[in-house]
């Protein structure tokens, strides 16, 4: 080979080097890019008045003044939004009206018995009222506007009767007037789609029955159970998408036979008659006035509590639960890891057990973590609590010792390959001093190994605090009090990213809470190993004498 | 002031010595008033009867019978795996540490038998030091590294050991250079620094003898000579057994010189006889250069 190919192949060579990196960064970048920038999500963003709201109200923590300022401001849109959408009810939710006739007439047997009429004028009144509900009903039954018409028009004749003034009968007439007006308007050939539409649109606006809104429960409802239906969307992103579902109904359509379904969309204007066309153009116009969306730094995202599974908050908890698994669980990896190792490198001759001894620890280091979750119940929670008389339920101990014994491998193995590292010389000095082995082991071997035991420690942490599976069983909740002590379960941001997927559908609702969990999982573990790396490095450079 | 009186003469010794070795003189280089007191104190420190030493069934060294004398140099000298570095570890027991060692006949220091049962590792090893072949100065701060025996031995009132630091890196014509930074790592040294930081280690514990297994050949010469000029001064104090593969520095340095070859003591006389007129046909090969 002579010299120029040889050059020629080291160009190649270092150029494959040089790709290889860059490959690797760009890797890099395209995993972490995303997830990052959607992680930041979860504190940067367009927060609408209702975020400032759900603060104020879960977390106290507003402007008290410019915030009532801002709500005055919104119920406005909201009432006008709500009048407007009652307005078109009550042409077209047959079973509302039904029961609204239902219960004018029971309210006025109530007041006519408060008022203490004598009792065949009470029948007659009663019978009256009765047959006008039942005309009524009857009415609302109807399609046709020629049938609607003459029961309409035979409840009206009683609109001047003076025993209905002033009572509850009264609202029989304005129903009766409004149904009429609508079914002159609308084509009640419809009359149960439109309901239906409204019923989906109504849920878009304010909430369902386990699905918040655009805008937040009706002015005129009492507080929903769920924290989460007391507020419409409280992120600007959140309510475009929200808007998107209100302006445009999805449908999957076969436009050709055979060819798989097509996603088109149609304005959902379309689906009603066009007495709810201001609607629609109310909403598109003051959509902003509405939400007031203004750009929000939500650091609190690290220290909040959540609500109703991470749709409201933050992931203090998580964090601090992170935290103590980690630290309780190198407590146990630390002393142990370096103990063994010491012991194999120091101690042990090289036999037959020994040889056995290092299998398992190798064989270890290869075990599904799952494993070691099902051991951590059987072994730690159901055998060997009850045998110290603590009570057999799944705890931070647990955890910690079940995340110790799975990382207690590669604890070991990078303090043995350390210890067998400090030069032999070293321990000669020391011997030769007079020192004995421990004395020797403990003041010379160990600060030298140091920086090598330290890369266990990185890497064990790592694996601790983001390890699920051996905690899913033995120490992890989803939902729960801040531990007051190791005896206590406590969630993690690696079991909370974990359950807000696979658990429950609101997560969907909330990417920025998952992502933000997870960036903040491998934040913390890049924090953690931070700390530790730059440890490493000032006991590495004293060993160095620089 | 004993010290300085002490440091007075060692300094003129070591003037001396380093004029003669620039002769390459093989002859004694005692003056006959040192020479005197060697004679004067003829009870030797350490005394090996038909001593062996097996690693596992082969012989590191066999039946060596041989008696070191007080305050002065004896070299060992002899080919590569002739078991000179075996024997001069069995002076302190550093061989213990291999395993599968087992040792025959009587090794005595101070007429104790450091193979007995009862002797105590940690006494014997401090009243015998030792300095390695390469520096091996822990990595810890200067005075660290010179107050690890001490330490040992409980001393810890920061004064004591202060002044035992000073002293010991005088000792080892230290001192001056490091008196600044004691603080400083000892890996920041030079070889030469280091291994006279490894010699004030040994001597920190106030030992009686100072092995030295091949302590210069890891170090160039300037840092070599300074070593030699540190060993003339030092063994009008202590008992220094060296181990070396550099002949002429065996014949710089000592008063005693023995031959080992294949694990077996061929010769052990003056260094002057060993290098001019040596009485076995081996010896007078190996330092003629003929073999080995």
Redesign the interface.
């Known amino acids: 080979m002579n010299l120029r190919i040889r050059g020629t192949l080291d160009r190649f060579f270092t150029a494959a080097t040089g790709l290889s990196v860059v490959l690797l960064m760009l890797v890099l970048v395209a995993i972490l890019g995303p997830m990052l920038y959607r992680g930041s999500n979860a504190v940067f963003f367009q927060g609408t008045v209702e975020f400032r709201k759900m603060q104020r109200d879960l977390f106290r923590r507003s402007d008290e003044a410019t915030l009532n300022a801002e709500i005055a401001e919104t119920e406005v849109f909201h009432r006008r939004i709500s009048e407007m959408i009652d307005e078109f009810r009550k042409g077209v939710d047959i079973e509302a009206m039904s029961s609204q006739v239902r219960d004018i007439h029971r309210t006025f047997g109530q007041e006519l018995r408060a008022k203490a009429v004598a009792d065949d004028r009470y029948t007659e009144l009663r019978n009256l009222t009765r047959d006008i509900r039942d005309s009524l009903e009857a009415a609302f039954a109807k399609q046709d506007i020629r049938e609607i018409r003459p029961l309409l028009d035979g409840v009206l004749l009683h609109a001047e009767n003076p025993a209905f003034q002033g009572t509850a009968a009264e609202k029989f007439f304005e129903i009766a007037r409004s149904f009429l007006a609508t079914a002159e308007t609308v084509d009640l050939n419809h009359q149960q789609e439109y309901a239906a539409a409204l019923r989906e649109l109504q849920g878009i606006l304010f909430h369902t029955q386990d699905l918040p809104g655009l805008l937040g429960p009706r002015p005129d409802e009492p507080q929903p159970l769920l924290v989460m239906l007391r507020y419409g969307a409280t992120r600007w992103d959140q309510a475009q998408q929200l808007l998107d579902r209100f302006f445009w109904v999805e449908e999957w359509v076969e436009e050709k036979p055979g060819e798989p379904l097509v996603m088109r969309k149609e304005p959902r204007a379309d689906l009603f008659p066009e007495t709810l066309g201001p609607l629609f153009a109310y909403v598109q116009e003051n959509a902003d006035k509405m939400l007031k969306p203004k750009f929000t730094a939500y650091w609190q995202f690290f220290l909040d509590d959540n609500f109703n599974s991470h749709y409201f908050g933050g992931v203090g908890p998580e964090i601090l639960g992170t935290l103590f698994i980690t630290l309780v669980g190198m407590l146990f990896v630390i002393p142990f890891g370096i103990v063994s190792a010491a012991y194999l490198v120091e101690c042990a001759?090289d036999g037959q057990v020994i040889r056995i001894i290092r299998m398992c620890i190798n064989t270890l280091a290869g075990v599904p973590s799952i494993v070691f979750g099902l051991f951590g119940l059987a072994f730690f929670v159901l055998f060997l609590f009850p045998l110290l008389g603590f009570e057999p339920k799944p705890c931070i101990l647990a955890a910690s010792m079940t995340l110790a014994v799975l990382t207690l491998p590669v604890m070991i193995r990078a303090s043995e390959e350390a210890i067998r590292a400090v030069?032999r010389?070293?321990k000669?000095?020391?011997?030769?001093?007079?020192?004995?082995r421990f004395?020797t082991f403990v003041?010379?071997t160990l600060?030298?190994a140091l920086p090598g035991i330290l890369t266990g420690v990185i890497l064990s942490l790592s694996r601790i605090a983001g390890e699920t599976a051996p905690i899913l069983f033995t120490g992890a909740v989803s939902m729960g009090d801040v531990p007051r002590s190791v005896f206590d379960p406590t969630r993690t941001l690696s079991y909370g990213s974990y359950d807000m997927a696979v658990g429950d559908r609101l997560a969907m609702m909330v990417p920025h809470n998952q992502y933000g969990m997870v960036v903040t999982l491998v934040a913390l573990i890049l924090i953690l190993n931070t700390v530790a790396i730059v440890l490493r490095t000032r006991v590495y450079r004293?060993?160095?004498?620089? | 002031m004993p010290q300085e009186s002490d440091d007075m003469q060692t300094t003129a010794d070591s003037i001396r010595k380093s004029n003669i070795r620039t002769t390459l003189a093989v002859s004694n280089k005692r003056t006959p008033a040192a020479a005197m007191t060697a004679e004067a104190c003829e009870c030797a420190v350490i005394r090996s009867k038909n001593f062996s030493l097996y690693y596992g069934s082969k012989a590191g060294v066999k039946n060596i019978t041989m008696d070191i004398y007080p305050c002065s140099v004896t070299a060992i000298i002899g080919p590569s795996g002739c078991g000179k570095s075996t024997f001069l570890r069995s002076i302190n027991r550093m061989n213990d540490l291999i395993p599968h060692v087992r040792t025959e006949g009587r090794l005595a220091v101070d007429g104790h038998d450091i193979y007995d049962k009862r002797t105590n590792l940690v006494n014997l090893r401090q009243q015998v030091g030792m300095v390695f072949q390469k520096p091996n100065p822990f990595p810890k701060s200067i005075f660290d590294n010179v107050a690890y025996g001490p330490n040992l031995q409980g001393v810890r009132r920061k004064d004591e050991l202060q002044h035992i630091v000073e002293q010991s890196l005088r000792g080892a014509a230290l001192w001056d250079e490091v008196k600044d930074d004691l603080k400083k790592s000892a890996l920041a040294l030079s070889g030469g620094q280091q291994q006279r930081l490894c010699i004030a280690r040994a001597l920190a514990t106030r030992p009686r003898v100072l092995l030295m297994d091949e302590p210069c050949s890891a170090l160039d010469p300037i840092a070599t000579g300074r070593i030699e000029d540190l060993m003339g001064q030092l063994q009008s104090t202590y008992t220094i057994v060296i181990v070396t593969h550099n002949m002429q520095q065996a014949a710089r340095v000592s008063e005693r010189a023995a031959f080992f070859c294949l694990g077996e003591l061929i010769e052990y006389d003056h260094t002057s006889k060993i290098f001019s007129n040596p009485g076995k046909k081996e010896t007078e090969d190996y330092v003629t250069g003929r073999f080995g």
């Open positions: 001759t030069p010389h070293y000669e000095g020391a011997l030769a001093l007079g020192a004995s004395h003041t010379i600060p030298a004293k060993l160095r004498g620089q």
